[in-house]
């Protein structure tokens, strides 16, 4: 049983700045992959960004690259997603999802590699 629990939403204007937070938990949690995707109203939910736990090694949607950086805690089991620069194309809501050992037929920036999803939240960028 893995929980995701994701923080850190809201409202914002356009040119400013948010911070996802992600945490994990559950009895046998461990964690290949985490990441990001946001669904934005009447969309498909799309790729964000990702970081694998081991190295770090990250990885982004062209849209949000050179804006957006996630980084990990492994230590707390959370990943966090800065947000800067921010445009109302942005405003969606964000899912955290994890993925909890190898061996996906999916790469990162698919939605099937991920076996665990928080609940979402609401990011609106306000112009």
């Known amino acids: 049983q893995v929980q995701l629990v994701e923080s850190g939403g809201g409202l914002v204007q356009a040119g400013g700045s948010l911070r996802l937070s992600c945490t994990a938990s559950?009895?046998?949690?461990?964690?290949?992959?985490m990441g990001w995707f946001r669904q934005p109203p009447g969309k498909e939910r799309e790729f964000v960004a990702a970081?694998?736990?081991?190295?770090?090694?990250?990885y982004y949607a062209d849209s949000v690259k050179g804006r957006f950086t996630i980084s990990r805690d492994t230590a707390k089991n959370t990943v966090y997603l800065q947000m800067n620069s921010l445009n109302p194309e942005d405003t969606a809501v964000y899912y955290c999802?994890?993925?909890?050992?190898?061996?996906?037929?999916?790469?990162?920036?698919?939605?099937?590699?991920?076996?665990?999803w928080g609940q979402g939240i609401q990011v609106t960028v306000s112009s």
């Open positions: 999802g994890g993925r909890t050992d190898s061996g996906s037929a999916y790469s990162v920036y698919s939605v099937y590699h991920y076996n665990y």
């Open positions: 559950g009895r046998t949690f461990s964690s290949y992959v």
């Open positions: 970081i694998s736990w081991s190295a770090g090694r990250t």
